[in-house]
C-alpha cells in the first residue's frame, strides 16, 4: 500500500442520477477525510471519519451527500440526484492519529473528477 | 472563524532563483497548525512542510522553508533554488489544533507558481 487510492477517476453523468465514489486510505490510518475541490479554488472540508465513526460534517454536505466507512477501512461518498453544481473534483485524504513532528499531515488521493451534464 | 488568505494568484519566478508565497491566517485559537501543500497538473495533494503554533524555530524541508511571523500571523513558504518541477500549485492551509488533533484542514484559494526557464 503506497498512497491513497480513489475510484473511478474520472465519472461523467447526467443531471438526476446517482453516483458513488470509492476511497482506500493508507491502511495503518484510521482518520479519512473527504474535500471537494472546484477549479481554481482550494479544497474544501465535506466529511471526516475516525475508524468508522462519522465525527464531522460540513454544512456544505447537503442531504444529497452521504458518506460511510462501513468497517473502519474504505470509505464510500454517495451523491444522490445530482446537479450541475455538484461538478468538482472530490478528494479523499487520510491520517494517523499517532502524533507526528510533521503535524499529523494528511495524504490525499488523486480525487475523482466529477462531470453533471 | 479560520480564514487562510493568499493574495496572490499568480507567480512567475526564473529557474534557480527564490521564491517566496504569502499566506496570512485568522484564527482566535491558541494551539494550530499551518501546512503547505502543492498541487501539480496532475491533480494530487503533496504535503510539503508544516509548522506548529508553539513551534520556536522556523520549519524546513529541503528547499523548502516556512517564515513563520506569529504576531503577523503570517506563514509564508520560501521556495529555494526553484526548479522546472515546482511548477504547481500551492496551497497554504491550517488546522485549529483541538485536543483530539484530528480537526479539519481549511485551504486558502492557492497560488499558481510558474516557473521559467
Known amino acids: 500500500d503506497t498512497g491513497v487510492s480513489q475510484n473511478p477517476r474520472h465519472k461523467i453523468t447526467k443531471r438526476g442520477q446517482n453516483v458513488t465514489f470509492r476511497c482506500d486510505p493508507i491502511?495503518?490510518?484510521?482518520?479519512l477525510y473527504w474535500y471537494r475541490q472546484t477549479l481554481g479554488q482550494g479544497p474544501e472540508f465535506l466529511t471526516y471519519?475516525?475508524?468508522?465513526?462519522?465525527?464531522?460534517k460540513s454544512r456544505l454536505l447537503s442531504d444529497r451527500f452521504s458518506a460511510e466507512r462501513p468497517k473502519g477501512s474504505f470509505s464510500t461518498l454517495e451523491i444522490q440526484r445530482t446537479e450541475q453544481g455538484d461538478s468538482a473534483m472530490y478528494l479523499c485524504?487520510?491520517?494517523?492519529?499517532?502524533?507526528?513532528?510533521?503535524?499529523?499531515?494528511?495524504?490525499f488521493g488523486p480525487g475523482t473528477r466529477l462531470t453533471v451534464l | 472563524a479560520q480564514k487562510i488568505t493568499q493574495t496572490q494568484p499568480g507567480m512567475f519566478v526564473q529557474e534557480k532563483e527564490a521564491v517566496t508565497l504569502d499566506c496570512t491566517y485568522d484564527?482566535?485559537?491558541?494551539?494550530?497548525?499551518l501546512f503547505w501543500y502543492k498541487q501539480p497538473s496532475s491533480g494530487e495533494m503533496i504535503f510539503l512542510i508544516y509548522q506548529g503554533s508553539y513551534d520556536q524555530q522556523n520549519a524546513t524541508e529541503g528547499r523548502y522553508s516556512l517564515n513563520f511571523q506569529k504576531a503577523r500571523k503570517s506563514a509564508n513558504l520560501v521556495i529555494s533554488a526553484s526548479q522546472l518541477g515546482d511548477s504547481a500549485m500551492y496551497f497554504c492551509a491550517m488546522r485549529e489544533e483541538t485536543y483530539s488533533s484530528a480537526s479539519k484542514i481549511i485551504f486558502g484559494s492557492g497560488t499558481r507558481l510558474s516557473i521559467r526557464p
Open positions: 484564527t482566535s485559537d491558541p494551539s494550530y497548525g
Open positions: 471519519f475516525q475508524n468508522e465513526a462519522q465525527l464531522e
Open positions: 491502511s495503518e490510518h484510521n482518520r
Open positions: 485524504a487520510s491520517s494517523s492519529s499517532m502524533r507526528t513532528v510533521t503535524g499529523n499531515e494528511q495524504f
